[in-house]
């Protein structure tokens, strides 16, 4: 076990990882939208050659609002299969990261039909269908991303009579997309030893002295930065880390339409 | 809702009544198990995979078959789930699984190796316990596991005089049909393994009924196994 | 000798064809009316009276003599427990390893308080399948020569273990100067063999991790796996970077390799 987590990181160190990659280059992953048939919008996650990883569907119900002018966004994170307790609680981890790098910016005004009365409830739900999948934080929130882009919500209005106060919705014609222009996407930088590196693998997260996990929106703006992991960093190492998450998120932000992602920086 | 189950001889999606949804299936989804398959037939969607054999607990304790049974909380027709484990149905479905497949597994072959059976619904358009069977008995014999034979399993129901095979969410939430009916079968000796049938209408089962219903659940089990051994034979032939 | 029957590809619960007075051998079994049949998916085979049906995938069964890899699950009461990837774990007892000073005396009381520095948890080994108990499908390994014994500086690579084929020597060193030891259970190790080295050099590095990626993809593709066959996908591949190795268009080339033969 030591004489393996030697091999990794002395790899790092040349740069010639275990799969073949440089220590700032990705695997490619392709993203499917569409593959719930009975969910108004989803999305599945496979990295190259393997099977998928990541299945997100969301669903959308008409509920109360807790916040006047605001929808409810709700997201679940299950692992398929027996989990133990130590899976349970690091999906927990997993969902509270993901809830406060990225869908604390999502714009719930949008969800809102009646202020104060009615509002539509996003329900995002997501099954990591491998145990051993790595960089979790950061393809979790891709196949969130592209299955909020899926998503068709009808469009209605809702009408409060004014003098019986009695609420109606009505039902329009055509279907609505959700706004996702604010929302930011979660990159994840780790520092092993003296280098930075991206996209870990199950292995190699094994290894990482310091995960950062960053946030950024469309516009290269730095929503967030999460640390994880016992290791201690120097603050230049912070301000590389965040340079290099910044032009991993425009690479991705690119590639985000086409399905297939893979990033390599210099 | 008074939805029409028949109009005309024929079902809400078009279907005769003695016809069975079309059915997909793919072997080696989850490449991080012993094996997995996953069975859609029509909307309903199911994925299995299986962990073993592997070592019990214990080092001479006698193996056993466990199923963890899921459903994703985006699979459902209508509304989002309430609980994707732990209720009854699937701690019921769970107990079921464990007895139907330790006749089947030849566990004298592996005495003391555990086979954990994990089974995740992704979307749920009727008679999703004979399709959670079917993806179950495909990816055991991915897995290369010894089984005794297939275990095949269909839905079937009753409406106006007439047996229904294969039925949808609609069909067996609605108040009108005599649903759902689930029969497992191993395949060669169509003798029958799993019989579960929760009725929500309050309907009574006359014996003649029961014939007619168990008659058409065994003829979906009989074209759904030839289905699968034709798809295995298309899977290993690439 | 083993004869396949035929190349009909026969399912759990098919009456596998076969001659009167034949036994049923393993992926069989004999049902009531003495119908010999399939358990397993595969094509059935014959040696002598025995019918056989070799299963297309399965975890490791395990023979006397075959050389594993493995990992130390479990240190305890004078003997080790390894994961090779079968049904059961394996034993490795504490009598049955060779000791570093190549010693061949009796084990003591230190010795099992020591066990921690010959093996300890989760390291991976080379070992050979000393004896498989008839009822219980227990097996046994062994690391009493100086060949087998705790694995470093190199890679595990898992693959299925019915595409390990039988080979006269399992521990090789491939065209291009790549140590690997073949494991019958499907694991293979690719190492690089010089121990005075604190460090893997980056040339052997490569070679390593391009050996590794092969192999992965080989399984992926279902290509039987000898040192022949790799150093045929080596020179179909020579051409890509190391960076681009793991890809679908890969895949695609080393599949083609079986269609042509």
């Known amino acids: 076990m030591q004489s393996e987590k030697k091999f990794i990181t002395d790899g790092i160190k040349q740069n010639c990882r275990c799969d073949g990659r440089g220590i700032l280059s990705s695997r490619r992953i392709k993203i499917e939208k569409g593959v719930c048939t009975l969910s108004p919008g989803s999305a599945q996650l496979n990295i190259e050659l393997s099977s998928p990883h990541i299945i997100c569907g969301c669903k959308l119900e008409i509920g109360v609002p807790e916040v006047e002018d605001e929808g409810i966004v709700n997201l679940s994170i299950e692992l398929a299969g027996k989990s133990l307790m130590t899976d349970k609680e690091r999906m927990a981890e997993v969902k509270s990261l993901i809830e406060m790098l990225m869908l604390n910016y999502f714009n719930k005004k949008q969800l809102c039909i009646i202020p104060g009365r009615k509002c539509w409830k996003l329900f995002i739900d997501v099954e990591i269908l491998d145990k051993d999948a790595s960089n979790l934080i950061e393809h979790i929130s891709l196949t969130i991303t592209s299955a909020l882009e899926d998503v068709k919500v009808l469009a209605t209005e809702g009408i409060v009579n004014k003098n019986t106060k009695e609420e109606y919705i009505e039902i329009l014609d055509g279907t609505v997309r959700i706004n996702i222009d604010e929302l930011p996407i979660i990159t994840t930088v780790a520092q092993i030893n003296t280098s930075s590196v991206l996209d870990l693998t199950a292995e190699e997260e094994g290894c990482a002295d310091s995960l950062l996990h960053f946030s950024i929106d469309k516009n290269g703006t730095i929503k967030g930065i999460i640390k994880e992991n016992p290791g201690r960093l120097a603050v230049d190492q912070v301000l590389s880390a965040a340079n290099i998450a910044k032009e991993v998120a425009a690479h991705i932000f690119s590639d985000l339409g086409t399905g297939s992602i893979k990033y390599k920086l210099s | 809702m008074t939805e029409e189950i028949l109009f005309y001889g024929f079902r809400q999606d078009g279907r005769r009544p003695g016809e069975l949804r079309q059915i997909k299936i793919k072997l080696g989804v989850v490449d991080n198990s012993s094996g997995s398959a996953l069975f859609q037939i029509g909307h309903t969607s199911v994925l299995a995979f299986i962990h073993g054999p592997k070592q019990t607990k214990h080092e001479k304790e006698s193996g056993h078959i466990h199923c963890y049974f899921n459903t994703a909380y985006f699979s459902s027709s209508g509304e989002r789930r309430k609980f994707s484990k732990g209720d009854k149905k699937s701690n019921e479905f769970e107990a079921n699984v464990r007895t139907m497949f330790e006749s089947v597994v030849l566990m004298e072959n592996n005495p003391h190796s555990d086979i954990d059976i994990h089974v995740l619904v992704l979307a749920d358009d009727g008679s999703v316990e004979c399709a959670a069977i079917n993806a179950i008995t495909l990816s055991l014999i991915h897995a290369g596991v010894p089984l005794k034979d297939f275990l095949v399993s269909c839905s079937s129901g009753f409406y106006s005089g007439m047996p229904l095979i294969d039925l949808t969410y609609s069909e067996s939430t609605s108040f009108q049909v005599i649903s759902e009916y689930r029969v497992a079968v191993l395949g060669k000796s169509l003798q029958i393994a799993y019989l579960n049938y929760d009725d929500i209408g309050g309907h009574k089962l006359t014996p003649e009924v029961v014939r007619e219903i168990t008659a058409m659940a065994i003829e979906g089990c009989k074209q759904v196994h030839f289905i699968m051994k034709q798809e295995l034979q298309n899977a290993c032939s690439n | ?261």
């Open chain 3, 1 to 261: 000798m083993e004869i396949e029957i035929e190349r009909n590809l026969v399912m759990p619960g098919d009456v596998v064809p076969c001659p009167t007075g034949s036994m049923p051998g393993y992926g069989t079994y004999q049902n009531e009316v003495g119908e010999i049949v399939s358990n397993v998916m595969g094509y059935p085979a014959m040696y002598n009276r025995l019918v056989c049906v070799n299963s297309l995938r399965g975890c490791y069964i395990g023979e006397t003599g075959n050389v594993v890899i493995g990992r130390i699950s479990q240190v305890g009461n004078k003997r080790w427990k390894v994961d090779i990837g079968a049904s059961q774990e394996a034993a490795l007892q504490l009598s049955s390893i060779d000791l570093p000073t190549g010693e061949h005396r009796i084990r003591s009381e230190e010795d099992q308080l020591h066990m921690r520095e010959y093996f300890n948890h989760n390291d991976l080994l080379s070992a050979e399948v000393q004896s498989k108990s008839q009822e219980g499908k227990a097996i046994n390994l062994q690391t009493r020569s100086s060949k087998f014994g705790k694995l470093k500086n190199g890679m595990l690579v898992v693959v299925s273990p019915n595409l390990v084929a039988r080979m006269r020597q399992h521990f090789c060193q491939l065209n291009n100067e790549v140590d690997i030891i073949f494991g019958r259970n499907g694991w293979i190790w690719v190492y690089y063999n010089n121990t005075n080295e604190l460090e893997v050099p980056l040339i052997r590095r490569q070679q390593i991790v391009r050996i590794s990626c092969l192999l992965k993809l080989m399984n992926k593709a279902l290509v039987m796996i000898s040192p022949e066959k790799i150093q045929q996908v080596f020179e179909r591949t020579s051409d890509i970077e190391l960076e681009d190795l793991l890809a679908e268009s890969t895949l695609e080339r080393i599949k083609d390799i079986d269609a042509v033969e």
